[in-house]
T-cell receptor, first 112, second 114 residues
Framework: SAVISQKPSRDICQRGTSLTIQCQVD?????MFWYRQQPGQSLTLIAT?????????ESGFVIDKFPISRPNLTFSTLTVSNMSPEDSSIYLC?????????FGQGTRLTVV | AQSVSQHNHHVILSEAASLELGCNYS??????LFWYVQYPGQHLQLLLK??????LVKGIKGFEAEFIKSKFSFNLRKPSVQWSDTAEYFC????????????FGGGTRLMVKP
């Protein structure tokens, strides 16, 4: 299986600040995605990280709030900007091979 | 828009009981279907997947699922659960050729009592 490494694993942040989450995948992965899992809820796709171009965002998510970069095939970052307590969630990076999606352990973010 | 519904939010079973978790989806096209499991404190792991062919698919740890196209369902089953199956289970669908861009169901929390 593909290895997805994400950091930080958790953080506690002040409202109004920003946090950048890094994701490194191994070379099997062709596509990368970012998901959010709010407390007690399921996963929601935030965006598809596109290599060398702007990410493709799902309805309800915008670039100004969740800027994403993917400078090469195996690395991506997600920034949660101008955070509020409502952004407290687990953020997960996913890598897809075309037949399977693999997930990192996630970043547990608490905004105080 | 696509959606995935899991009928049970919480299930409590005794060891050796049989398990069936329901999953129905709505999607305007051909899909790939998945079941993921998330053990406490761990990341999501793939249990099984359906792309095409035999609608009864077998996964890891004795799990299986049946795709019933006419009912838009992909229910997960296990004949005899163990305490170690305590986890949250997610059904997910993804469009063909979309690199596993998944829509997840709400999840089912399974607790197996020893």
């Amino acid at each position: 299986s593909a290895v997805i490494s994400q950091k930080p694993s958790r953080d506690i942040c002040q409202r109004g600040t920003s946090l950048t989450i890094q994701c490194q995948v191994d070379s099997q992965v062709t596509m990368m995605f970012w998901y959010r899992q709010q407390p007690g809820q399921s996963l929601t796709l935030i965006a598809t990280a596109n290599q060398g171009s702007e990410a493709t965002y799902e309805s309800g998510f915008v670039i100004d709030k969740f800027p994403i970069s993917r400078p090469n095939l195996t690395f991506s970052t997600l920034t949660v900007s101008n955070m509020s307590p409502e952004d407290s969630s687990i953020y997960l990076c996913s890598g897809g091979t075309g037949t399977e999606a693999f997930f990192g352990q996630g970043t547990r973010l608490t905004v105080v | 828009a696509q959606s995935v519904s899991q009928h049970n939010h919480h299930v409590i079973l005794s060891e050796a009981a049989s398990l069936e978790l329901g999953c129905n989806y709505s999607y305007g096209g051909t899909v790939n279907l998945f079941w993921y499991v998330q053990y406490p404190g761990q990341h999501l792991q793939l249990l099984l997947k359906y792309f095409s062919g035999d609608p009864l698919v077998k996964g890891i740890k004795g799990f299986e699922a049946e795709f019933i196209k006419s009912k838009f369902s992909f229910n997960l089953r296990k004949p005899s659960v163990q305490w170690s199956d305590t986890a949250e289970y997610f059904c997910a669908v993804g469009p063909l050729n979309a690199g596993n861009m998944l829509t997840f169901g709400g999840g089912t929390r399974l607790m197996v009592k020893p």
